[in-house]
Structures are given as structure tokens and as C-alpha cells.
């Protein structure tokens, strides 16, 4: 049986660039696989799959941008083949590096069914291996959870003992939309075994109650730590060394009274994205906040339907080819309910770094 045709259009496409970009200088497939597999290993028999008229594999998505990055340069094969960065492109080649990026995107998108309208942009919780992903959430300790959450418990309900339980069932929910066939589970901290973590990890929630973050930050060595601090009794807060200077980023709380307690008006989430320090093949994310509801900010960053392109959008803007990037972001609370940031107004971004530039950004002023 002949192969799809969007597939056949893909590897015929990725055939053309490479034996016809240069004409005078035409690549063999081993010598690809080295320009575009970097760091990672990538063999002559992989790009030949990708590139196969009967049977094509279908590469990975960054791979794909791989392809515009390397055949947007000739200086991609000087001395060597291999990636320049796209930084350090002119004007010219940055151009060719967007145009051929988003024609292979839309190819890519095509050979994967992704709807009219959403082609070529990014998908952060779309993955093109089989997996799987395991979510980790936070055990609540027993003096903060409910009696329904004793196993003893004629209706013991284990979900009611996880912290953070409205992000994860919001993402875990959305992950499993968009990779269908792709195993998916949850567990609380206390049960993650060492396999769990050699797939996709999402790690949902601080440090608090959750013994799996403290120890993946500590193997991560990202900008960002959580530490305890004596103006904030009810969670971590963040703390980053900018050029030298320590920042702390603190929640907003109104005024306490006598006949009501202060509450939370803003609060502070963290997206990170970045390869598992367990398994660099896969990937780790992170969905952090001081407070649950900057964790659910750094969740509905990207799941909710109105903001979630444009939040997109601001990622491939601002991190096209990186694998490794965070965001530090501000969640605005309105009567108790945390709102989607979005990364385009002014002041949403307290902090972002990306794990292949020396250099990080402030995005806001930083409140000590």
C-alpha cells in the first residue's frame, strides 16, 4: 500500500533538501545525520526512514526544525556539518531559516491530521513518540486532607489525598486529548519508582509537600529555587540570580482584618520545559507555583483554548529552537480564582531564561 500522501510529501521534501539545497555540494545521509543530530546520536539509517518513498517514518518534530536550521546556512557545513545557531544568523539566512521552518512544520502537521488553522504552530503537549508520560503531584499530609482520604475510609476516594488535584486532572485530561494512543498516568510523590521517571515526566506543585521536585530541581540546577521565606508562611517562594543580584519573587496578598483574613491576589507560577536529567531522550516539565493557584496558572498557560496560541506563540518566538527554557510568570487571582496569564501583556513575564543562551531575562521588575 502506497503511503499517505501528506507523509510521501514530507520525505520527498526532506529527500529534496538534501540532495538538491546545494546541488554542488550534495549531503549523504550519514553526513546529515551528524550535521542535524548534534549532541545526540542520530544514525544514516534514521534519516533514510525519514526520507523512505514507501515506508517513511515520520521524524520528531524538532528534528523537522532541525532540517530548516541546518539548510538555512551553507555555513552549516563549514568546517563540518553541523547546526549554526540561529543567533548568530543574518538577516538573509534568518529569513530562509523561517520560511523553510514553517513550510516543514505544516508538512509535519499535515502527516499528523492536526486541524486546518492549527498547522505549524507549536503544541507543547503534543509528543511524536509513543511515550509514556507520568504526572507526579503532591501527597497532602494527613493533618491537611479530609477523612474521605484515609484508605480506612468506607469511601475512600485516593484522589482527595493529592495536592494540587485541579491541575493535574486539567492537564492530565489535555495531554491525553492530544496523544491519544500514548500511555499516561498519574501518581502521587510517595509512589514514583525510578521507571517512572525514565519517560516524559510533568511535575505538578512545589516543594512543600512534594519530595520528587526537591530532588529534580537539585539534578536540573535551573535558575529558579524555591526557599522558605519568614513574609510568606503559606509556601515557598522564588528566588533567581540575576548578574549577580538575588530576586525574590513574592505573592500579593490584601490586607488581614479582624473579620477577614488576607487573600491571595496574585500569585507566582513557573513553566519549565527541558530534557529529563533522567533520561535525555524524553522530556521534563514542570508546573510550579508559591501557592496551588500559581500552579494552576503555569498549567492553564497552555490548555486553555482562548490563550493557549498565543502563549504559543510567545514560546517560539522567543525560544525557536531550544529545548530547555522557563517562565516565570504572574497569576492575577480575581475572587479566588486563579486567571490564564498570557504571556503577551506587559509585566505577565517576571523572569525567563533558556537553557542554550548565557544570558537570562528579566521581564519585570522584580518585588522583594
Not at 493529592?162 to 498516568?185: C, K, Q, W
Request: proline share 7%.
Amino acid at each position: 500500500m502506497p503511503p499517505a500522501l501528506p507523509a510521501l510529501e514530507l520525505a520527498l521534501r526532506l529527500r529534496q533538501l538534501r540532495l538538491e539545497q546545494w546541488p554542488d555540494n550534495r549531503l549523504t545521509q550519514g553526513l546529515l545525520a551528524k550535521g542535524i543530530g548534534g549532541d545526540d546520536s542520530l544514525s544514516p539509517a534514521t534519516v533514510a526512514s525519514w526520507e523512505n518513498k514507501t515506508s517513511p517514518k515520520l521524524p520528531p518534530r524538532e528534528r523537522v526544525v532541525a532540517y530548516a536550521q541546518f539548510f538555512a546556512t551553507r555555513r552549516s557545513l563549514e568546517p563540518e556539518p553541523h547546526l549554526v545557531r540561529v543567533d548568530g544568523f543574518s538577516d538573509e539566512e534568518m529569513a530562509t531559516y523561517e520560511d523553510l521552518r514553517d513550510e516543514l512544520l505544516e508538512l509535519h502537521a499535515a502527516v499528523r491530521g492536526t486541524p486546518e488553522g492549527q498547522r505549524g504552530a507549536r503544541r507543547s503537549w503534543l509528543f511524536t513518540d509513543a511515550g509514556p508520560l507520568t504526572l507526579v503531584c503532591a501527597q497532602l499530609p494527613g493533618t491537611e486532607a479530609g477523612p474521605l482520604a484515609n484508605p480506612n475510609h468506607l469511601n475512600y476516594t485516593e484522589l482527595l489525598s493529592y495536592a494540587d488535584i485541579t491541575s493535574m486532572v486539567e492537564l492530565h485530561g489535555h495531554i491525553r486529548a492530544e496523544n491519544p494512543e500514548m500511555d499516561v498516568f498519574f501518581k502521587s510523590s510517595p509512589e514514583v519508582k525510578a521507571d517512572d521517571l525514565s519517560g516524559h515526566v510533568v511535575i505538578i506543585g512545589g516543594i512543600g509537600w512534594n519530595e520528587v521536585t526537591r530532588r529534580i530541581l537539585e539534578l536540573t540546577r535551573i535558575p529558579v529555587m524555591q526557599e522558605e521565606d519568614p513574609a510568606i508562611t503559606s509556601g515557598e517562594v522564588f528566588v533567581a540570580n540575576i548578574a549577580g543580584k538575588v530576586n525574590k519573587y513574592l505573592p500579593r496578598l490584601s490586607e488581614a482584618s479582624e473579620d477577614s483574613p488576607a487573600k491571595l491576589l496574585e500569585d507566582v507560577g513557573l513553566l519549565v520545559r527541558m530534557p529529563n536529567p533522567v533520561n535525555s531522550n524524553t522530556t521534563l516539565t514542570m508546573c510550579n507555583g508559591i501557592h496551588s493557584r500559581g500552579v494552576y496558572g503555569a498549567v492553564r498557560s497552555l490548555t486553555d483554548k482562548r490563550l493557549r496560541e498565543s502563549n504559543e506563540r510567545y514560546i517560539s518566538q522567543h525560544f525557536p529552537d531550544n529545548k530547555e527554557f522557563g517562565i516565570l510568570m504572574r497569576v492575577q487571582v480575581i475572587e479566588g480564582r486563579a486567571m490564564t496569564p498570557d504571556f503577551s501583556i506587559a509585566g505577565t513575564v517576571l523572569y525567563q531564561w533558556s537553557g542554550k543562551s548565557s544570558q537570562s531575562t528579566a521581564r519585570s521588575k522584580e518585588r522583594a
